[in-house]
C-alpha cells in the first residue's frame, strides 16, 4: 500500500511537471501559454494559444507600459493589433509610427461593435478627457464629429448624419452654403423640419410673382421640427432684384410678400405702375405726420420791396390761363405730378397776396367809412340850417 502511494506520488509530479512544462518563462527565448500541438513552437516572447476569446486576458500595470508594445490577436487569419506600430509601407499604405490600432489585412475592414440597447461607440483624441471626444456613433444610429475650439470644455458637434440620411453641419465659423438645383419640385413648410436650405427654383413652381420662367434663389428655414415649435419660412431672390418673402404652419404657404428694397438706380418703388423715384408709390399713403423740408418759402412776400400784383392783372391771367398765377395747371398735374413743398410755397405766397389784398381793401374801406362820416356830418348841419331858415319865416 505504501509502495502504490509513492508511485502516484511520483506519477502525478511527471504529470505536473509535463503539463507546467509550456507554461514556465525562460530566460531567453519565447514561452507559451495554452495547448500546442506537438513541434509548434512559441512565435513571439510571449505566445498564448487559446480557441475560446473569453480565457485571453491581459493586464499591465496602468502607471507604466514598458515592455508592451504590440499586442497582436489574430482570427481566421486576421490580424489586429493594439499599441505601438512601427513606422512602415504596409501593402495597404504606409502606417505612421505610433498607431494606437490597426487591422492589417481583414478584408471587410474594421468592425467596432456595441450589443447594448444604448450602447455607443466613441472615438477620442488629444487626450483622455471627455472634452477630447472626436466622432460618437449613438445608438439611434446617428454620426456625430466634434471639435474643440473654445477656452472651456465644451464639444461643439460640426458634422452630424441622422438615421433620415439628412446631413447636418454646425460650424464654428463662416462657412458654405451650396443651392441644390431642385427648380421644378414645389417646396411646403413641412419641407424644413430643423432644416436650412438654399434651392433654386422656378417662377411658376413656387407660385412667385414675375415671369413664370425665371428663376430664383429662395432659402428656407425653420429652426423647430414642426409647426409647434414656429413658423417655415422661405425668402426669395428674383433675377430683377426684388426679395420676396412668405411664412406658412405645416402644408399651406401664406401669400408672398414683396420686401422694399433699393433698385438698382437707387430708387424704392412700390406698386407695378409706379413711375420710378427716390420713393414711387402706386397708391395711397397715409400718415398722422409728413415733415418736408425746403428752402425758399414765401415770407418774400411781406418784404417791402415787393411789387404786389393788381388784381385786374390777375383778372385778366386767370381769364387766359384758367388758374392762378404760379400755381400749376391742372395738365401739368396729371402729367407730371405735384411737387408738394413747392405747393405748399405757391399757395402760402397766394394766402400772403390776398392777405396784402384784403388789408389794402380794408384800408380803402376805412377811408370810405370816415368820408362817409364826414359827409354824413356835413349834411346833418345842412339839415339844421334848412330847418332854421324856414322857421324864421
Not at 507546467?20 to 527565448?29: I, K, S
Not at 458637434?157 to 464654428?172: A, C, K, M, R, V
Not at 424704392?268 to 420710378?276: C, D, E, L, N, Y
Amino acid at each position: 500500500m505504501k509502495c502504490r502511494s509513492v508511485l502516484l506520488l511520483v506519477a502525478l509530479s511527471v504529470c505536473a511537471s509535463a503539463i507546467a512544462q509550456d507554461n514556465l518563462f525562460p530566460p531567453a527565448g519565447n514561452a507559451r501559454i495554452g495547448a500546442f500541438p506537438t513541434g509548434v513552437n512559441a512565435l513571439a516572447n510571449l505566445h498564448i494559444r487559446t480557441y475560446d476569446f473569453e480565457k485571453l486576458w491581459l493586464e499591465w500595470p496602468s502607471t507604466s507600459l514598458d515592455g508592451v508594445v504590440q499586442q497582436r490577436f489574430k482570427n481566421s487569419g486576421y490580424d489586429m493589433i493594439l499599441g505601438e506600430i512601427g513606422s512602415a509601407y504596409f501593402s495597404s499604405g504606409y502606417r505612421k509610427t505610433s498607431s494606437a490600432f490597426l487591422s492589417t489585412n481583414a478584408p471587410n475592414g474594421l468592425q467596432l461593435v456595441n450589443y447594448s440597447p444604448n450602447g455607443v461607440i466613441r472615438l477620442y483624441t488629444g487626450g483622455s478627457a471627455d472634452a477630447n471626444e472626436r466622432i460618437k456613433l449613438d445608438s439611434a444610429g446617428r454620426f456625430f464629429a466634434y471639435t474643440i475650439s473654445r477656452k472651456t470644455v465644451v464639444r461643439d458637434s460640426i458634422l452630424s448624419l441622422d438615421s433620415s440620411g439628412e446631413i447636418q453641419f454646425t460650424p464654428l465659423r463662416a462657412s458654405k452654403l451650396y443651392a441644390l438645383d431642385t427648380r421644378s419640385v414645389s417646396t411646403t413648410p413641412d419641407t424644413y423640419s430643423q432644416l436650412l436650405m438654399s434651392q433654386v427654383k422656378t417662377h411658376s413652381v413656387i407660385t412667385l410673382p414675375g415671369t413664370s420662367t425665371s428663376v430664383a434663389s429662395v432659402i428656407g428655414i425653420r429652426n423647430g421640427a414642426n409647426s409647434s415649435n414656429g413658423y417655415a419660412h422661405e425668402l426669395a431672390f428674383t433675377d430683377s432684384s426684388q426679395l420676396y418673402v412668405r411664412s406658412g404652419a405645416s402644408t399651406t404657404w401664406g401669400n408672398w410678400r414683396r420686401l422694399i428694397v433699393e433698385d438698382n438706380a437707387g430708387n424704392i418703388v412700390m406698386g407695378s405702375s409706379a413711375t420710378p423715384g427716390k420713393l414711387s408709390v402706386n397708391g395711397d399713403i397715409k400718415a398722422k405726420k409728413i415733415r418736408i423740408t425746403q428752402t425758399g418759402w414765401a415770407d418774400f412776400v411781406f418784404q417791402p420791396d415787393y411789387l404786389l400784383p393788381d388784381l385786374y392783372t390777375v383778372e385778366r391771367f386767370i381769364q387766359q390761363n384758367r388758374h392762378l398765377p404760379g400755381i400749376v395747371s391742372a395738365k401739368e398735374v396729371e402729367a407730371n405730378g405735384i411737387d408738394v413743398g413747392n405747393s405748399q410755397a405757391a399757395l402760402l405766397q397766394k394766402i400772403e397776396e390776398l392777405t396784402l389784398y384784403a388789408i389794402q381793401q380794408q384800408k380803402a374801406i376805412d377811408k370810405l367809412e370816415a368820408e362817409k362820416k364826414d359827409q354824413s356830418a356835413i349834411l346833418q348841419s345842412l339839415l339844421l340850417r334848412v330847418q332854421q331858415l324856414e322857421s324864421s319865416r
